[in-house]
């Protein structure tokens, strides 16, 4: 017998055992040729379906688990060290773009505005930059033969 098409049966069979309980003759009357192959996997799945029982955990059990896994996760995240989001990196590296150019040119000779707009170009530059060493990284990887 083919094993694609003994794993095919046998997987109907598990599932039939599931929903409507043992149909093992009926598949041994389907491939008479097969029985000597089928009819002791047909059982020790019937007798793993029987041993096998869904199980409920007690109520408490759950609970004390769910304490359990919520104080963890607290923990976990006491001990993780504060990693600001894009925005506030953002603004960080504005505020000190525009430190930097007070300490240069005292007299202010840049707007709010157009010192926005030279950050975020300098910004949207190193983007760029990221981007294409990453893309170039990525089409020159190795191939590796298969076949």
Request: charged fraction near 25%; glycine fraction near 4%.
């Amino acid at each position: 017998m083919d094993e694609h098409l003994l794993t095919e049966i046998l997987a109907a069979h598990a599932d039939r055992l599931v929903d409507t309980g043992d149909l093992a003759e009926s598949y041994l009357v389907m491939f008479p040729k097969d029985r000597e192959t089928l009819a002791p996997l047909l059982k020790l799945a019937a007798d793993v379906n029987t041993a096998l029982q869904p199980v409920t955990p007690d109520p408490a059990f759950r609970k004390e688990l769910r304490q359990q896994l919520v104080t963890a996760a607290r923990r976990q995240f006491a001990l993780a060290p504060y990693t600001p989001g894009p925005r506030e990196q953002a603004e960080h590296w504005v505020a000190l773009a525009e430190e930097r150019i007070r300490e240069v040119a005292p007299d202010g000779p840049l707007s709010r505005p157009s010192l926005t707009f030279a950050v975020l170009g300098s910004v949207l530059s190193l983007i760029g930059v990221i981007a294409f060493v990453l893309r170039s990284r990525s089409l020159h990887k190795p191939r590796v033969a298969t076949g």
